[in-house]
Nanobody
Framework: QVQLVESGGGLVQPGGSLNLSCAASGLIFRVYDLGWYRQTSAKPRELVAEIDDHDIPKYSDSVKGRFTISRDNTRDTVFLQMNDLKPEDTAVYYC????????????WGQGTEVTVSS
């Protein structure tokens, strides 16, 4: 059974940092592309950052230069380092593991909440 478990969320002041982790099990981690998404009650789920199985990252314009996605295939874990956090980064953050073009191989974590507030 595939499981993705996020951790590292919390309350942080504007300008602060958090490092999210997503630990995977039950899949061949190194062949999957990985993504971090976020969702609020007011917005649909949106892509924040993704990294493919060749370790090539991509970012949404809203987080470029502030967030860094990385993966550790020895630990089956994907990370999202978030710096210079802003109130508009407040959301529930989800990780996704997927194989391009294979709808049955898309797995979501349960989410971790990030609140940026003074």
């Amino acid at each position: 059974q595939v499981q993705l478990v996020e951790s590292g969320g919390g309350l942080v002041q504007p300008g602060g940092s958090l490092n999210l982790s997503c630990a995977a099990s039950g899949l061949i981690f190194r062949v999957y592309d990985l993504g971090w998404y976020r969702q609020t009650s007011a917005k649909p789920r949106e892509l924040v950052a993704e990294i493919d199985d060749h370790d090539i990252p991509k970012y949404s314009d809203s987080v470029k230069g502030r967030f860094t996605i990385s993966r550790d295939n020895t630990r089956d874990t994907v990370f999202l380092q978030m710096n210079d956090l802003k109130p508009e980064d407040t959301a529930v953050y989800y990780c996704l593991a997927y194989i391009q073009g294979v709808p049955d191989l898309r797995f979501w974590g349960q989410g971790t909440e990030v609140t940026v507030s003074s």
